[in-house]
């Protein structure tokens, strides 16, 4: 059994078919054909029903496939802790980031981190808080920014806490005003993100406690695209201070929002409780303590 024929299984069980398996992992479909083969050769026994062009996993596969998950991220761990006997001279940064304020609040972070780190490959996955914290847990990322997790799982290092700001369109009736409350906005339209944000529930969750089900007007995951949805007239949006200053723009009013303490955007890196962390992790870490981002809401 070898480490790529577990690899290759595992991609097969996640994308549910050979085809789409030998897509992801840049091989010809018979080469994935062939080490799943030898895996159930090696095994003594079939992992998958094949369905033509679908695949389901056998009773074995079920067992092997969460066995073969946890022996590829110790496998993972294991050379991650031999690139660091090379002292940074190589290794790999497997990172998230939220949708949210990336290019602003990260852009720099990074250029510095490479400017630092010349030879530390970085991988980037841009995704909300709840595909982020799935991908930390299946070993795909070892770090990743989300809002701050109450699941004890995770170890995390915070990073900035910032309130919520309204973009609101400049002919509103509530435009004219320093700030707004929660309920003065229940008969407009939410331009909401998608559902793997975490804010989503915490937005709907102080909508309901302030007496109302917010009428939804749209959804994205581009900060810059639900603002220009603003400017057309669709709705508001809630944004975090720090994104919702960089975006402003005419037809756009920000105002201050009078709403729950929870109802902020506080964002950690989180990783595995207990997992070991590359050096090219721990140096992140370490630049962002460096530069914390202070939640003015100005």
Request: hydrophobic fraction near 45%; charged fraction near 20%.
């Amino acid at each position: 059994m070898e480490f790529k024929h577990l690899r290759t299984f595992v991609e097969v069980a996640r994308l549910g078919g050979f085809t789409q398996a030998a897509q992801g992992l840049h091989i010809s479909q018979s080469a994935v054909s062939k080490q799943v083969a030898q895996l159930e050769h090696s095994l003594g026994t079939p992992l998958f029903d094949r369905l033509g062009s679908q695949v389901r996993l056998t009773a074995a596969g079920n067992v092997v496939l969460q066995r073969a998950e946890g022996m590829l991220r110790l496998h993972q761990e294991l050379l991650s802790e031999l690139d660091d006997l090379s002292h940074m001279a190589r290794g790999e940064l497997r990172v998230g980031l939220p949708l949210l304020g990336s290019n602003t609040l990260f852009a720099g972070l990074f250029a510095e981190y490479r400017r630092r780190y010349p030879n530390i490959q970085v991988q980037l996955l841009e995704e909300g808080s709840l595909n982020i914290e799935k991908a930390v847990l299946s070993g795909e990322l070892e770090l990743g920014g989300s809002l701050t997790p109450k699941n004890p799982t995770f170890a995390y290092q915070p990073f900035c806490d910032e309130p919520l700001d309204v973009l609101i369109p400049a002919d509103h009736p509530l435009a004219e005003g320093p700030s707004v409350r929660l309920e003065q906005l229940a008969d407009t339209p939410f331009l909401l993100y998608q559902r793997s944000f975490v804010l989503n529930e915490r937005v709907l969750k102080a909508c309901q406690q302030a007496g109302f089900t917010p009428k939804e007007g749209g959804r994205s995951g581009q900060a810059d695209f639900l603002v220009a949805l603003v400017a057309a007239g669709q709705g508001v949006v809630l944004l975090p201070s720090v994104v919702a200053r960089a975006l402003e723009r005419p037809g756009v009013v920000r105002l201050k929002l009078v709403a729950p303490d929870y109802l902020r955007w506080d964002i950690a890196f989180i990783w595995r409780d207990g997992a070991y962390l590359s050096r090219a992790a721990q140096a992140w870490l370490e630049l962002l303590r460096e530069r914390p981002v202070t939640g003015s809401g100005l």
